[in-house]
């Protein structure tokens, strides 16, 4: 079992950055592939990001690419969402994913792979 609760939520411009945390409780947390999605009312829940249990692969939607960064410390069973360059269309309530299979690129885009979620956190980018 694996409880997540993502924080550093807000309200900021157009071009400025953000950091989301995902602090997760449970002592496997570090065999979990780790993801982050986003949505927007009346729109699917979109893949963002996501991490392999080491950190040592990493994958992003072509949204965010170059912009986004996630990353994690198993020690403080945390996962980081760094955000920069913000655009309006990146508004979205974001949440945090724990899924207890390896990464695979093929599916880890998916929401139903992942096994638990946080609650999210509202984040959003004026122009």
Not at 85 to 106: G, M
Request: aromatic fraction near 12%.
């Amino acid at each position: 079992q694996v409880q997540l609760v993502e924080s550093g939520g807000g309200l900021v411009q157009a071009g400025d950055s953000l950091r989301l945390s995902c602090a997760a409780s449970g002592r496997t947390f570090s065999t979990y592939t780790m993801g982050w999605f986003r949505q927007t009312p009346g729109k699917e829940r979109e893949f963002v990001a996501a991490i392999s249990w080491s950190g040592g692969i990493t994958y992003y939607a072509d949204s965010v690419k170059g912009r986004f960064t996630i990353s994690r410390d198993n020690a403080k069973n945390m996962v980081l969402l760094q955000m920069n360059s913000l655009k309006p269309e990146d508004t979205a309530v974001y949440y945090c994913a724990a899924d207890h299979r390896p990464l695979r690129v093929v599916d880890t885009t998916r929401v139903y792979e992942y096994d638990y979620w946080g609650q999210g956190t509202q984040v959003t980018v004026s122009s």
